[in-house]
């Protein structure tokens, strides 16, 4: 009886993934390529990329079944020949971001950032988010595997500026939330993005590792796992 239920675990968890990829080849219905914008000016290069949307909270994923599929997803696309990278996000690709709002002790003379006008973006991502998407890591490093089990995050250039002139941002502390929260460390600060070409707007943004400890639990509930991304060989079409 153990090993028949075992298998039946087993079959289950296969046929769970599986779902998900249904969901990402049927999400390629939506797919945009985005090889016609010019990375100098959205601070992206996204010429060899694909953004797909992905809606698993409608499928009935709870969080931590969303999340439990982070790697086989990743795994199995990274699988793909003519595909280099793939990332994930909670928030989609664009600067646009989540609702919410950052707060950094010692800087109380500074308003609390809110993210939720046009200048400010929250978003929870893979490791393979900035690599995907072209977009530097100007000081200290990208996200690891490892940082989903720690509070560290990635703050845009602007942000930096706004929080921390002329010091270094490298171990700062970011509160996600109220004042209440633990810190999640700075590792490393993000070139500035914008959301098409043209756009003037410098965005206030802050990344931290998807299905990480700094993922505000009630953010990963309503944004489990939205959008996938392709980095692949030579023009989409």
């Known amino acids: 009886v153990a090993t028949a239920h075992a298998r039946a675990r087993r079959v289950l968890l296969v046929v769970q993934l599986a779902l998900a990829m249904v969901l990402v080849v049927s999400a390629a219905l939506f797919v945009t390529s985005l ?6 000016d959205i601070g992206m290069s996204l010429g060899s990329v694909l953004v797909s949307d992905l809606d698993l909270q409608g499928a009935g994923y709870t969080p931590e079944r969303a999340h439990a599929l982070i790697d086989p997803i990743t795994e199995r696309l990274e699988a793909i020949p003519g595909v280099r990278s793939v990332a ?18 010692g800087r109380d003379s500074l308003p609390q950032v809110w993210a939720i006008h046009d200048r400010e973006s929250f978003t929870a991502v893979t490791p393979g988010f900035f690599e995907t998407l072209g977009i530097p890591i100007v000081h200290g490093r990208g996200f690891t595997d490892a940082d989903r089990t720690g509070r560290v995050i990635i703050v845009s250039r602007e942000f930096a500026r706004r929080y921390w002139p002329g010091e270094d941002p490298l171990g700062q502390c970011v509160k996600v939330g109220d004042a209440s929260t633990p810190c999640l460390g700075v590792i490393g600060v993000s070139h500035v993005r914008h959301r098409a070409p043209g756009d003037t707007t410098t965005f206030i943004e802050g990344f931290v590792p998807l299905g990480s400890p700094g993922e505000p639990a009630h953010l990963a509930k309503l944004y489990p796992l939205t959008s996938v991304a392709l980095r692949v060989a030579g023009n989409p079409q």
């Not at 090889?35 to 100098?40: G, H, I, L, T």
């Not at 996000?89 to 002790?105: E, F, N, Q």
């Open 88 to 105: 994930l996000s909670d928030a989609g690709m664009r600067p646009w971001g989540i609702t919410y709002w950052y707060s950094v002790p």
């Open 35 to 40: 090889r016609n914008v010019d990375a100098q």
